[in-house]
């Protein structure tokens, strides 16, 4: 289909049909219930809430004032909108986000994920692919995230920041995310990459293919992830995979490439620190050496698969880094608001859903120009989303329909660059400094919301 082709009554009425099941307001409001003169019911508040960070992390009252400027829509019909006398104020807005049950959240961004996901097509035998990472971010210095994810030490004594661990799940074609895991990477009760992995894995949609780096490619992540119905293709280091290779069978091997068969046991250690583990505990995998122009993949599957094909199926895993990047850097995830740990794990569920609502519409707008979805820039595409339908008054059913083609026809144009021969190696994308007046205020804020009221002089 061109990028040209006008949006049919029938496709538009499909995107509506998809929006609203993605968002079940009804069924959303039914799980917590708001009294009947609330303005900022379940489903209005989490759609502030993502707007929040479609907005790049908007202040609480930029997006009341945006809500009240754009999208009154969004609002219930009471007395208050009909009159114009909704106060700009944020407050109500602030206590509404506090009132919002974790649960509920959490319900509403695993439907956007799931429903995403389930509609994406399949990519080998049948099964998805789904890339796991790590990947951390830091976080206001109060109190109260501090001790939940202690900041970062060295002989000079901690840091300032809290520094949360998150472990993230990406559908490999359309870069939909999964609700992240989320955990302390230091202090005495830290996280590890393997044991979030091992959380999410039961979440993954049904027989998936897992994607991932070298530091998952051990035993107990591989073995908890054929457990979990999944396969498995990691990444491994290279003095893993010599030690791998010393017990292995050598099957095939062709230009400096090997692939040999291996009978996958636990080590002491991997039984120190996971003594789940059943006495009878194996794999059989096949191990890869790939060489690359620059590098060697060393790669451990379960997926009866050659080496060149395990080298080109690997290939996707960096995509990951790019859907990490857009959501922490383009959408601001990176510098969450919030002051407590409550409100930082809802902020981040609606920030995925944000996510997924931008992967949503690049989705179709690569659908209108017959490419797959991440031929498109996010950046461009969310740019788009913004300025073209969120940005806008409000108008009739009709009249949006027109504006939802036009966006959807400028963002099948934000096409990435395609440079044959050139080369993109893994590098890590700028973090933004974090100023000392922001760090200031954080403090201050926090501090002065614990402070009881001056005395009086008089």
């Not at 210095?141 to 900041?151: G, M, V």
């Not at 955990?183 to 979440?203: D, I, K």
Request: proline share 7%; net charge positive.
């Amino acid at each position: 289909m061109s990028a040209q082709s006008p949006l049919t009554e029938q496709e538009f009425q499909s995107a509506v049909e998809l929006l609203h099941r993605l968002l079940p307001g009804d069924e959303l409001n039914r799980l917590q219930p708001s009294g009947p003169a609330t303005v900022y019911t379940t489903m209005v508040t989490l759609w502030m809430m993502m707007l929040q960070r479609l907005g790049g992390g908007k202040s609480l009252s930029g997006v009341v004032k945006d809500v009240l400027a754009y999208n009154r829509e969004l609002l219930p019909d009471c007395k208050r909108i009909r009159e114009g006398t909704l106060s700009e104020n944020s407050g109500a807005f602030s206590e509404a986000r506090q009132r919002l049950r974790e649960g509920t959240v959490e319900f509403f961004a695993n439907r956007v994920s799931d429903s995403l996901i389930e509609s994406s097509p399949l990519w080998f035998d049948g099964r998805r692919g789904i890339i796991f990472d790590g990947t951390t971010i830091t976080l206001a210095p109060t109190d109260e995230l501090r001790a939940e994810f202690p900041p970062a030490s060295n002989q000079h004594g901690e840091s300032v920041w809290p520094v949360a661990l998150l472990l993230v799940a990406h559908e490999l074609h359309s870069g939909a995310a999964l609700t992240p895991e989320i955990g302390a990477m230091y202090g005495e009760n830290n996280t590890s990459e393997a044991q979030l992995a091992r959380r999410l894995l039961v979440r993954v949609p049904p027989r998936s293919i897992i994607l991932a780096d070298a530091n998952f490619g051990i035993f107990s992540v591989a073995y908890h992830a054929v457990q979990a119905g999944h396969e498995a293709l990691f990444r491994v280091t290279k003095s893993r995979f010599k030690s791998y290779r010393r017990q292995a069978e050598l099957v095939d091997e062709f230009e400096g490439q090997a692939t040999y068969r291996w009978r996958w046991t636990p080590t002491p250690k991997d039984r120190k620190t996971n003594p789940d583990l059943p006495a009878d505990a194996a794999l059989d995998v096949l191990l890869h050496e790939v060489p690359l122009p620059n590098e060697t993949l060393y790669l451990v599957t379960t997926l009866l698969v050659s080496g060149e094909c395990a080298g080109e199926y690997y290939a996707h895993r960096y995509d990951v880094e790019h859907d990490i990047r857009n959501v922490k850097v383009v959408l601001n995830t990176e510098r969450i608001r919030a002051h407590s740990a409550a409100m930082v794990r809802k902020e981040l569920l609606t920030s995925i859903a944000a996510y997924n609502l931008v992967v949503q519409f690049r989705k179709q707008a690569a659908q209108l120009a017959n490419l797959p979805p991440r031929r498109l820039s996010f950046t461009g595409v969310w740019n788009t989303f913004e300025s073209f339908l969120l940005h806008q008054p409000p108008c009739s059913a009709s009249e949006w329909m027109d504006r939802f083609s036009a966006a959807l026809k400028i963002a099948a144009r934000d096409k990435l660059p395609n440079r044959p021969g050139r080369s993109y190696p893994r590098r890590a994308h700028p973090r933004r400094p974090k100023s000392t007046r922001f760090m200031k205020e954080l403090v201050s804020q926090s501090t002065n919301s614990e402070k009881p009221p001056p005395k009086s002089t008089k």
